[in-house]
């Protein structure tokens, strides 16, 4: 166990086995994990529902690691419906999490909802954000997007819109496992915070914990997305890239 005074990094980006098509970690295996590597703290982050969150909580409490409750989300793109991007929501008190509920239900019931729960920018003021902490979602977030697309003025834009959304609460999210361009955006997004003031925070995916289960999320991946592990025709992105485990 790292000393007290040594840094000590903490999850806050995790997908459970609740997250259903992209994570097969169980929360009780997860707080062990974080326990055992000193963690003073540890997120659950479940794409679009806090399913998770009870067990997650008293499992946490229970081995002394902080629980931190969220949740990965889409953004509705009213322009290009195909083309929603993801934000990181954290909760920062008892408000954030009523705020973080009311959002998801009303994505989850909303007239003419699309195959996935999606969150309008507008709900933000209409339900309320000063509970919440946000990041920016990385290379999936409508920042990293402009980014990606080589339009740094636009992606300035972006990010001091969320921070309007989001005063003194807003984070630039880096990440590194091995996506495409990941050096390229990760210099980009450092360029960004520094112009614009926004802090910067780095990241790890997780969606397994052992480079052993991968085959195991592989197959939920296939699951969820209508393909079987021997289809040559299934697109392989995680194939591509360094394997969501608990550390590169």
Known sequence: MPAMNSPRYVHLRLHSEYSVTDGIVRVGDAVKRAAGDGMPALALTDLGN??????????????????????????????????????????????????????????????????????????FAEIGSDGLLALSGAHLGDVGEALLNGNFDLAGERARAWEAIFPGAFYLEVQRYGQPQQEAIVQQTADLAGETGIPLVATHPVQFLDRDDFQAHEARVCIAEGYVLGDSRRPKISMRVTPRLWWN
């Open 50 to 123: 806090l399913f998770g969150l009870v067990k997650f909580y008293t499992g946490a409490r229970g081995k002394g690691v902080k629980p931190i409750a969220g949740a990965d989300v889409w953004i509705a793109n009213p322009e290009s419906p195909d083309d929603a991007c993801r934000l990181l929501l954290l909760v920062r008190n008892r408000a954030g999490y009523q705020q973080l509920c009311e959002l998801l239900s009303r994505a989850y019931t909303v007239e003419g909802r699309r195959d996935r729960a999606e969150i309008r920018r507008e709900w």
